[in-house]
């Protein structure tokens, strides 16, 4: 009788475990997958969210959509005048006789508007420009091209075999004073991609911010800035290293068109559909916090006003953030935030926040990413999120 007890006890006790087993999968899966670093979560596997169809709404619409489609007409048809008073490339006197000091050819060389060396430039300018303007639509699975856009022609660069696989690994690297003293340097260099913003220096500060950089994101205002220099000149982490780039005013396709043939690593523009869901996600949680959390609640007519309308835009730490969504299995976070005791950037003097960007409502953004993904508008609900920790 005691013979036959002991299988019976062996089958009940196998049940029991698998039951629990079960169980904690289930609830795994109810909960979602919780990672913890210095109090910021990472948070998957929740219900579909419910979104503000009002805030979704004014958030789809472009106040400067007017002025930008003619200023692109213009600047395609060959009708430069207009930025000759603009951070452009134009002389200030618009005479249309000679490209200023920022528009040299690859050799440094100023070249002349009405040449035939001009005219070639322009053909290619408008090439570009065209490419460009023919996406200019929304589209919520954006995220998913990212590796085709982005990862592919980096690794054709650097001799690695293609495929659609993600980084397994990427640091962003922001530029806040709370870097120093963070000493997070051998942390980053220890992700498979690096990205860095806006050539911020790190000879110096290795210890902090390390020294592996895989992608240099910048905006175009950097390298108008770049196209300055002689062979355009725009690689502190390398000759060689990627840069990823968005695009800020449209004249600033000549500044790429005259200085791309001088880079010996690739240099990428961002698609305008992926710049259209950055900017319509940063507008949400701008509009949100206008509405809903500022002090004093305003009508949501008056955030125009309120936020310089047509020239409110996202950071580039942002639309990094965004890129690190679609190209890597794990987002590690650095250098995004500020305390009263840090500077605005870790590298330079800088005291004060750019009013054209709505920090509060970034990171308003960043604490979803970290902690509920799923109620970020905008992008499509197929789109799986990476895991991402916020180092502080």
């Given at each position: 009788?005691?013979?036959?007890?002991?299988?019976?006890?062996?089958?009940?006790?196998?049940?029991?475990?698998?039951?629990?087993?079960?169980?904690?999968?289930?609830?795994?899966?109810?909960?979602?997958?919780?990672?913890?670093?210095?109090?910021?979560?990472?948070?998957?596997?929740?219900?579909?969210?419910?979104?503000?169809?009002?805030?979704?709404?004014?958030?789809?619409?472009?106040?400067?959509?007017?002025?930008?489609?003619?200023?692109?007409?213009?600047?395609?048809?060959?009708?430069?005048?207009?930025?000759?008073?603009?951070?452009?490339?134009?002389?200030?006197?618009?005479?249309?006789?000679?490209?200023?000091?920022?528009?040299?050819?690859?050799?440094?060389?100023?070249?002349?508007?009405?040449?035939?060396?001009?005219?070639?430039?322009?053909?290619?300018?408008?090439?570009?420009?065209?490419?460009?303007?023919?996406?200019?639509?929304?589209?919520?699975?954006?995220?998913?091209?990212?590796?085709?856009?982005?990862?592919?022609?980096?690794?054709?660069?650097?001799?690695?075999?293609?495929?659609?696989?993600?980084?397994?690994?990427?640091?962003?690297?922001?530029?806040?004073?709370?870097?120093?003293n963070s000493e997070n340097g051998a942390l980053i260099d220890s992700h498979e991609a690096v990205i860095r913003l806006n050539n911020a220096r790190t000879n110096g500060y290795e210890r902090n911010v390390g020294s592996k950089t895989?992608?240099?994101?910048?905006?175009?205002?950097?390298?108008?800035?770049?196209?300055?220099?002689?062979?355009?000149?725009?690689?502190?982490?390398?000759?060689?290293?990627?840069?990823?780039?968005?695009?800020?005013?449209?004249?600033?396709?000549?500044?790429?068109?005259?200085?791309?043939?001088?880079?010996?690593?690739?240099?990428?523009?961002?698609?305008?559909?992926?710049?259209?869901?950055?900017?319509?996600?940063?507008?949400?949680?701008?509009?949100?916090?206008?509405?809903?959390?500022?002090?004093?609640?305003?009508?949501?007519?008056?955030?125009?006003?309120?936020?310089?309308?047509?020239?409110?835009?996202?950071?580039?730490?942002?639309?990094?953030?965004?890129?690190?969504?679609?190209?890597?299995?794990?987002?590690?976070?650095?250098?995004?935030?500020?305390?009263?005791?840090?500077?605005?950037?870790?590298?330079?003097?800088?005291?004060?926040?750019?009013?054209?960007?709505?920090?509060?409502?970034?990171?308003?953004?960043?604490?979803?990413?970290?902690?509920?993904?799923?109620?970020?508008?905008?992008?499509?609900?197929?789109?799986?999120?990476?895991?991402?920790?916020?180092?502080?």
């Amino acid at each position: 009788m005691k013979r036959s007890v002991r299988p019976l006890f062996s089958i009940l006790l196998l049940l029991a475990i698998a039951v629990t087993l079960t169980g904690r999968v289930a609830v795994r899966r109810r909960f979602g997958l919780i990672r913890f670093d210095q109090g910021i979560t990472s948070v998957d596997n929740h219900p579909p969210p419910v979104f503000n169809q009002t805030l979704l709404r004014f958030a789809s619409v472009e106040l400067g959509e007017e002025k930008l489609n003619q200023e692109v007409d213009r600047l395609l048809e060959g009708n430069f005048r207009n930025h000759a008073t603009h951070r452009s490339f134009l002389s200030s006197t618009g005479s249309y006789r000679r490209l200023n000091i920022p528009a040299r050819s690859s050799r440094g060389i100023p070249t002349l508007l009405r040449s035939p060396q001009f005219y070639r430039l322009w053909l290619e300018f408008r090439k570009h420009l065209q490419k460009w303007w023919r996406n200019k639509r929304f589209q919520a699975e954006v995220l998913s091209d990212l590796v085709q856009m982005i990862k592919v022609p980096i690794d054709r660069h650097n001799g690695v075999s293609l495929s659609n696989e993600r980084y397994s690994t990427c640091a962003v690297i922001g530029n806040s004073g709370i870097l120093l003293n963070s000493e997070n340097g051998a942390l980053i260099d220890s992700h498979e991609a690096v990205i860095r913003l806006n050539n911020a220096r790190t000879n110096g500060y290795e210890r902090n911010v390390g020294s592996k950089t895989t992608i240099s994101f910048i905006n175009s205002n950097i390298l108008h800035l770049c196209a300055r220099r002689e062979g355009c000149f725009c690689h502190p982490y390398g000759a060689t290293v990627p840069i990823v780039m968005y695009i800020c005013q449209p004249i600033h396709f000549m500044d790429y068109t005259t200085c791309n043939s001088s880079h010996k690593g690739p240099l990428i523009i961002t698609d305008l559909r992926f710049d259209m869901m950055c900017a319509r996600i940063i507008k949400y949680y701008s509009l949100k916090r206008f509405v809903e959390v500022e002090e004093t609640k305003k009508p949501i007519e008056e955030w125009g006003s309120a936020h310089d309308g047509s020239l409110f835009h996202y950071s580039s730490g942002m639309q990094a953030v965004m890129m690190a969504l679609g190209i890597c299995d794990k987002v590690s976070i650095f250098g995004f935030g500020k305390l009263p005791s840090a500077k605005h950037h870790y590298h330079t003097n800088q005291k004060s926040e750019l009013h054209l960007h709505d920090y509060a409502a970034e990171y308003d953004f960043y604490r979803d990413l970290a902690e509920k993904p799923q109620v970020i508008p905008f992008i499509s609900p197929n789109f799986k999120f990476p895991s991402v920790v916020f180092h502080q």
